[in-house]
């Protein structure tokens, strides 16, 4: 069973940037796709990034196109969101997910096509 640990929020100021990690253990993380969503009050819970097994594909949420860099170093068992240029709008609960996918497998970014999920790093972005 993979198990996702989430660090790296806290309070940032407008564009300010934070790194988000995301800690693996279980099993091969090779064999996951992994992503980042993020849940702020009253709204659903959306898709950030998200990225391939195998790092050669990624995806990003137009509103942080540009901004965001979703990052996997399979060795170290870790994906990283490296979040620049922080709008207050980015403010929300930020999860790391993971689904275990085939190499053919397209990659998507919508929560319900995740399995694991960590417990969520808060991320708030203000004055």
């Known amino acids: 069973q993979v198990q996702l640990v989430e660090s790296g929020g806290g309070l940032v100021q407008p564009g300010g940037s934070l790194r988000l990690s995301c800690s693996v253990s279980?099993?091969?993380?090779?064999?996951?796709?992994l992503g980042w969503f993020r849940q702020a009050p009253g709204k659903e819970r959306e898709g950030v990034s998200c990225?391939?097994?195998?790092?050669?594909?990624?995806t990003y949420a137009d509103s942080v196109k540009g901004r965001f860099t979703i990052v996997r170093d399979n060795a170290k068992k870790t994906v990283y969101l490296q979040m620049n240029d922080q709008r207050p709008e980015d403010t929300a609960v930020y999860y790391c997910?993971?689904?275990?996918?085939?190499?053919?497998?397209?990659?998507?970014?919508?929560?319900?096509?995740?399995?694991?999920w960590g417990q969520g790093t808060q991320v708030t972005v203000s004055s």
């Open positions: 997910a993971a689904k275990k996918t085939i190499l053919t497998t397209p990659l998507t970014c919508a929560s319900g096509d995740y399995t694991t």
């Open positions: 279980g099993y091969t993380i090779q064999y996951y796709a």
């Open positions: 990225i391939t097994r195998g790092g050669g594909t990624t």
